[in-house]
């Protein structure tokens, strides 16, 4: 394609608060065949409301909430900032030792006490299964599993119309990555329409590169947006990563190809269109 097309590309995406750092990422959204998605923050809103907090027998809910919030304070995943904010600023204490598993949870010594936040299969990974039937982490204080948080995950108002439209926009697949249960992946995909072949649950960070490395050539290029610092490895693995947020300067942000300076879903229709627009004037 003629450079100063896709210069005028670039400057067009920026008009619509994308920001593209190289014309050939305008050329394959173009031809872009499979949008992958991350599910917490991505396809779902950028917060999340905390709805139940389950301790076991003999430990304080209040205290269940305090430890795990204060662990989380430092943490930049959806979870961790959703729990931090709906718990009273006066009830934080301070952390040390702190130690995140990427896509897994946090561990620190809070008020004396060894805290883990996370998955189960983290925090207490010979605890029976619990179906908490909602986006969750789990705690243990001392090594011992102190009981569970869960939180309403709610669709993005413009999910569905923006997988729509990608489908119209000669999108073959459409895929949704995410590190929480089949349960709750499915209860966005369906609002989503997003189709249960398509959607890949239960995944580590590395299972989600995988499964991006996977897609046949026929269903490339490939384009993988995600919101969090958690998923810049899948953002690189992608053909084009674009990192979602209004935060800017994230480490999402510096793996990807573009950036969506916005808190809007359907800028990544924006950006297959003016790509399209862009490779048809430049031809
Ligand atoms: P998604 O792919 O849907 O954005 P992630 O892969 O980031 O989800 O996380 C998957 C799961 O790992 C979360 O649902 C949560 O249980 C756990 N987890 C990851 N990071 C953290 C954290 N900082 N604090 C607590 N739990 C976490
Ligand atoms: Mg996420």
Redesign the pocket.
């Known amino acids: 394609a003629a450079p100063v097309a896709l210069v005028s590309g670039m400057s067009s995406m920026s008009r619509h608060h994308i920001i593209v750092k190289s014309g050939p990422t305008l050329e394959k959204l173009s031809r872009a065949k499979t949008f992958a998605f991350?599910?917490?923050?991505t396809l779902t809103q950028n917060k999340l409301k905390v709805s139940e907090i389950v301790p076991e027998q003999g430990v304080d809910k209040d205290e269940l909430q305090a430890l795990a919030a204060s662990v989380?304070q430092q943490?930049s995943?959806i979870?961790?900032s959703s729990l931090v904010d709906s718990t009273a600023k006066s009830a934080i204490m301070p952390v040390t030792n702190l130690k995140?598993t990427t896509?897994?949870?946090?561990t620190g010594t809070v008020d004396g006490k060894e805290i883990k936040?996370?998955?189960l299969s983290f925090v207490a990974p010979d605890h029976a299964k619990i179906d908490a039937g909602a986006?969750?982490?789990y705690v243990a204080i001392n090594g011992k599993f102190a009981g569970y948080i869960t939180f309403k995950d709610q669709i993005r108002p413009e999910t569905a119309e923006t997988i729509a439209r990608l489908r119209r926009q000669g999108a073959k697949q459409i895929m949704m990555?995410?590190?929480?249960h089949k349960n709750v992946a499915e209860q966005i995909s369906q609002a989503a329409k997003i189709n249960d072949s398509e959607v890949h649950a239960d995944?580590l960070?590395k299972q989600k590169i995988e499964a991006i490395r996977n897609v046949p050539k026929d269903l490339r290029p490939v384009v993988m947006t995600g919101d969090?610092v958690?998923d810049a490895p899948s953002l690189t693995a992608a053909d084009v990563g674009i990192a979602m947020g209004a935060k800017g300067a994230t480490a999402a942000s510096e793996s990807a190809d573009a950036v969506i300076m916005v808190n809007d879903l359907s800028k990544v229709n924006d950006a297959v269109a003016i790509g399209k627009h862009t490779m048809k004037v430049a031809n």
């Open positions: 991350d599910k917490t923050g989380e943490s995943h979870i961790a995140e896509g897994e949870g946090v936040v996370g998955k986006t969750a982490v990555l995410t590190g929480d995944l960070p969090g958690n």
